[in-house]
C-alpha cells in the first residue's frame, strides 16, 4: 500500500457530509503525510523506530535536516498531528462540525506530500538533507 492511499480516502471523507467523515478525513491526511515522511526519510537510509516515539522522530529528522522544505514538512507534519488527535480523541471540538476546516487540513498533507515528492526526485537535495540529518544526530550523540 502507498501512503497517497490515505489521502485519497481522506478527499473522499470530505465527500460525506458528516462530522466523523470529516475527523476521519483528517485523521487519514495526516497518516498519508506521515507515511509518505517515513518513506522519504528511509530511502535517505534513515529507518523511524516503531511505536509512538516514531512520529516526533520524523519530524525532528525533518526539522533538523538543514533543508527549508523539510523543516517546512516538520512544522505540517506538527499542525497536522495535533488536528489528527484532536479529531480522534477531543469528540467536543467544535472544529470538525463543518467541511471547510478539515478540507484545509487535507490540502496541507497533500501540499506537504508533494513536497516530499520534489525533494525525493533530487539526488542533490536528498544527498543535503541526508548529511544534515546525520549531523543533526551526531550532535545529539555527543
Known amino acids: 500500500?502507498?501512503?497517497?492511499?490515505?489521502l485519497e480516502v481522506a478527499k473522499k471523507f470530505l465527500?460525506?457530509?458528516?462530522?466523523?467523515?470529516?475527523?476521519?478525513?483528517?485523521?487519514r491526511a495526516y497518516y498519508a503525510t506521515f507515511h509518505a515522511a517515513t518513506a522519504f526519510?528511509?530511502?535517505?537510509?534513515?529507518?523511524?523506530?516503531?511505536?509512538?516515539?516514531?512520529?516526533g522522530e520524523v519530524r525532528a529528522r525533518l526539522n533538523n535536516c538543514g533543508n527549508d522544505d523539510g523543516a517546512q514538512i516538520a512544522r505540517w507534519l506538527r499542525e497536522l498531528h495535533g488536528h489528527r488527535?484532536?479529531?480522534d480523541y477531543e469528540l467536543t471540538s467544535a472544529l470538525f462540525k463543518a467541511q471547510f476546516k478539515p478540507a484545509s487540513w487535507v490540502l496541507l498533507a497533500e501540499q506537504a506530500i508533494r513536497t516530499l515528492n520534489?525533494?525525493?526526485?533530487?539526488?542533490?537535495?536528498?544527498d543535503q538533507?541526508?548529511?544534515?540529518?546525520?549531523?543533526?544526530?551526531?550532535?545529539?550523540k555527543s
Request: aromatic share 6%.
Open 129 to 140: 538533507i541526508r548529511k544534515g540529518i546525520r549531523a543533526y544526530e551526531e550532535k545529539l
Open 15 to 27: 465527500n460525506v457530509p458528516s462530522e466523523a467523515a470529516y475527523r476521519s478525513a483528517v485523521s
Open 41 to 55: 526519510l528511509a530511502k535517505l537510509g534513515f529507518r523511524a523506530s516503531g511505536g509512538p516515539q516514531a512520529h
Open 1 to 6: 500500500m502507498e501512503p497517497i492511499q490515505f
Open 118 to 126: 520534489t525533494l525525493a526526485a533530487s539526488p542533490n537535495l536528498c
Open 85 to 87: 488527535i484532536e479529531a
